[in-house]
């Protein structure tokens, strides 16, 4: 019968992980030495090499990135058991890492931030602002407990549970040629006019296929070409009277009346519109969380956000 210890495949995801074993080893909070013994014994336990320690830097072999994937469903296994404790004694309490793409950090996070925290003062919420390929490859590596996404994604063993429909709105200096319109259509916009975020942000796809219907020439030729990852940067752009450039409606929900006024546009129905979601795996643990954070996004946005126009169309976007 093999012999084999939780901290034993705790050590090997963690080399894996940190594709080295002294990072590995601080990471666990213990000696190097006493980390590679312990990986040491479970290979000869097994019979088999987990890692191909010539290699920088560290790779795991071929078998033992199947003997890794089982150890992290293990261990998940084994936090769910704690998890399950917590959630009888009603408890919300330990780290929980949330993933959220920059298109919605500034303008979402600080709706719910205080009122989440206050309320769950035991619960170490800690926010890391990414692109969404990278939320989907951490959540499924077990490096985030959730994600704040752009959805449909559809991806196989992660859930989405949609939170509200954001719609879009477009933002141009009063010197634009839509200014002298009330509110425009699709038709209206041409990509050749429009600042788009740089290569990766759902956003910039979602902005090229609502476009393609109206390309005057091919986008490559554009005279200035400036692609941000922060729709701050491109809103100062067009207050220099360069273009326009799309914003999802929480980037205005600060915005004075005054502003909203001048430089917004809304869109006829169908109004172009996002859906945003809470992610997770479907091994997820930290039920809980997950729950109470749901709940508490929902109660912060504007009432009129959480159902989808009546004539809507929902941007969709493909997988990254």
């Known amino acids: 019968m093999l012999s084999i210890s939780l901290i034993q495949l705790s050590y090997i995801t963690a080399v894996h992980k940190a594709k080295n074993f002294g990072l590995a080893a601080k990471s666990c909070f213990v000696t190097q030495p ?13 019979g088999v090499l987990i890692f191909d320690r010539s290699k920088k830097p560290v ?11 089982q150890a992290q469903l293990i261990l998940q296994e084994v936090s769910r058991v704690d998890e399950l404790i917590k959630a009888e004694k009603g ?49 499924k590596e077990d490096n985030l407990d959730a994600g704040l996404l752009i959805t449909p994604l559809n991806f196989k ?20 040629e839509l200014h002298k319109l009330g509110k425009i259509t699709e038709n209206d916009l041409d990509l050749n006019d429009v600042w788009l975020l ?6 910039r796809n979602q902005i090229i296929r609502l476009c393609e219907k109206k390309v005057a020439n ?3 030729r554009k005279k200035v070409r400036f692609e941000s990852g922060n729709l701050e940067t491109l809103k100062k752009l067009v207050d220099q009277n360069l273009g326009s450039t799309l914003l999802p409606h929480l980037a205005i929900n600060q915005m004075p009346k005054e502003e909203i006024k001048a430089k917004i546009k809304f869109f006829k129905d169908p109004i172009p519109t996002r859906e945003v979601s809470l992610v997770y795996s479907r091994s997820f643990l930290k ?26 169309n929902i941007i969709k976007i493909s997988n990254p």
């Open 34 to 46: 006493t980390l590679s013994m312990q990986i040491q014994k479970l290979e000869e336990e097994l």
């Open 59 to 69: 790779q795991a072999t071929t078998i033992g990135k199947k003997i890794i994937a």
């Open 91 to 139: 408890e919300l309490t330990g780290e929980f890492r949330l993933g959220t793409i920059p298109t919605l950090a500034p303008y979402l996070i600080p709706l719910f931030i205080q009122s989440f925290s206050q309320k769950y003062p035991k619960v170490q919420l800690i926010v890391e602002e990414l692109q969404t390929a990278q939320i989907i490859q951490k959540l």
């Open 157 to 176: 063993g992660i859930i989405e549970k949609v939170l509200f429909y954001e719609p879009f709105v477009v933002y141009i200096s009063e010197n634009h």
């Open 198 to 203: 740089s290569e990766g942000h759902c956003l």
């Open 218 to 220: 091919d986008i490559r």
């Open 287 to 312: 039920k809980g969380i997950i729950e109470a954070l749901e709940t508490e996004i929902c109660a912060s946005i504007p009432k009129k956000l959480k159902k989808p126009p009546l004539k809507t």
